[in-house]
């Protein structure tokens, strides 16, 4: 079992639906969250992260914490076009190096216009 | 503008070659990393350094080496032993107190 699980893609959503994006993890010491976005061929780039239990949000991006559960979810509102991209969850754990994250391989998700 | 750089952007090797990536950032971070990718899969770590003159192993530094002389600078050498060196390599930092990761734009390597 990995360490930190994303659902397979690729997702395939209509422009303006909700998008959601799940991650699982196995270290119970996990204590921050992270979501990445990634533009082929490009380096990822921060969109959320989130510590606490329950739910951030952030513009058109909510990000929900379940530790009881061991999962993480990124919902995306009215998507567009321009939110077509690789998404990388990643985890940081109590039991490792405080700063260093865990990633997950990814969902690529594109918005249909 | 604090950042990350990353150089070259696109290095070609020859089988045998040793090629040296070069990352250094003026974020005044602490913690710098390197990541290798290969297409549609996600990040895999080779080493990280949380203070100069210190550095740890990830889980693929075979056939790699780093340095970390200034807190600015972290190389990643890409020796002859690495086998099957082509993909997208990515150096990132954070300050320890921060745990956000922030990447420099990668090299994208390819072995000849």
């Known amino acids: 079992q990995k360490e930190v699980e994303q659902n397979s893609g690729p997702l395939s959503v209509p422009e303006g639906a909700i998008a959601s994006l799940n991650c699982t993890y196995s270290?119970?010491?996990?204590?921050?969250f992270f979501w990445y976005r990634q533009y082929s061929g490009k380096s990822p780039e921060l969109i959320m992260f989130?510590?606490?239990?329950g739910d951030k949000e952030d513009g058109r991006f909510t990000a929900q914490l379940n530790k009881a559960s061991q999962y993480v979810s990124l919902l995306i509102r009215d998507s567009q076009p321009s939110d077509s991209a690789t998404y990388l969850c990643?985890?940081?754990?109590?039991?490792?190096?405080?700063?260093?994250?865990?990633f997950g391989d990814g969902t690529t998700l594109t918005v249909k216009p | 503008d604090g950042g990350i750089t990353q150089s070259p952007k696109y290095l070609f090797r020859k089988e045998g070659q040793n090629v040296t990536l070069s990352c250094e950032q003026n974020?005044?971070?602490?913690?710098m990393y390197w990541y290798r990718q290969d297409p549609g899969q996600g990040l895999r770590l080779i080493y990280y350094?949380?203070?100069?003159?210190?550095?740890q192993k990830g889980d693929i530094a075979e056939g790699y080496s780093v340095s970390r002389e200034k807190k600015e600078s972290f190389p990643l050498t890409v020796t002859s032993a690495q086998k099957n060196p082509t993909a997208f390599y990515l150096c990132?930092?954070?300050?320890?107190?921060?745990?956000?990761?922030?990447f420099g734009p990668g090299t994208r390597l390819t072995v000849l």
């Open positions: 974020l005044n971070h602490d913690a």
């Open positions: 270290d119970r010491g996990s204590q921050s």
């Open positions: 989130i510590y606490s239990n």
């Open positions: 990643a985890v940081n754990s109590l039991n490792t190096n405080a700063g260093k994250s865990t």
């Open positions: 990132a930092s954070n300050g320890l107190a921060n745990n956000e990761q922030f």
């Open positions: 350094s949380q203070i100069v003159n210190d550095f």
